[in-house]
T-cell receptor, first 113, second 112 residues
């Protein structure tokens, strides 16, 4: 089974609406990363969470990591067409020098004007 | 500033043909380098990573291989492509934990 589950797989919202994307890990993680991808392009780093209960915001996007460090959510307030794309969460399980990320399958976000 | 270059952007290759994808990083030394493949419905799958010249770790047994002939160069290869090798290939390098990976722009490979 997948170590990192994202939900929903896809999401269609009307411009101006709020939305939440979830990322659940089957085990405790060391760090959790959120990336955004436009179709056919590379991934762009959004935010990194490391401490249990941590919350970070950038413009209209807020990411949270639960106290157990197994679940994260990405919340977009007042969505805009520019928010459309694929959102992926990536988990660092090692915490050591052997750094590598395990990714979820992604959430495809469509924002209709 | 650090940049990562990946080419070609798109590639259409017949089954059984060889493959060579190249990734180079500028503005840093001794980076960790990674090859991922993104296939529809399967998310991002780590194929290989390297912590230094000549050091390659393989994550998934498959028809591909990787090499790191220079500090900032990472190459993904295959001797004979299969239909199942089609996908979007991404190269990435690791800066530090606060920022995670920096990704290249990707190569769309279609094996026909």
């Amino acid at each position: 089974s997948q170590e990192l589950e994202q939900s929903p797989q896809s999401l269609i919202v009307q411009e101006g609406k709020n939305l939440t994307i979830n990322c659940t890990s089957s085990k405790t993680l060391y760090g959790l990363y959120w990336y955004k991808q436009k179709y056919g392009e590379g991934l762009i780093f959004l935010m990194m969470l490391q401490k249990g209960g941590e919350e970070k915001s950038h413009e209209k996007i807020t990411a949270k990591l639960d106290e157990k460090k197994q679940q994260s959510s990405l919340h977009i307030t007042a969505s805009q067409p520019s928010h459309a794309g694929i959102y992926l969460c990536g988990a660092d399980y090692s915490g050591g020098s052997n750094y590598k990320l395990t990714f979820g399958k992604g959430t495809l976000l469509t924002v209709n004007p | 500033s650090q940049t990562i270059h990946q080419w070609p952007a798109t590639l259409v290759q017949p089954v059984g043909s060889p493959l060579s994808l190249e990734c180079t990083v500028e503005g840093t030394s001794n980076p960790n380098l990674y090859w991922y493949r993104q296939a529809a419905g399967r998310g991002l799958q780590l194929l290989f990573y390297s912590v230094g010249i000549g050091q390659i770790s393989s994550e998934v047994p498959q028809n591909l291989s990787a090499s790191r002939p220079q500090d900032r160069q990472f190459i993904l290869s295959s001797k004979k492509l299969l239909l199942s090798d089609s996908g979007f290939y991404l190269c990435a390098w690791f800066k530090r934990r606060t920022y995670g990976y920096t990704f290249g722009s990707g190569t769309r490979l279609t094996v026909v």
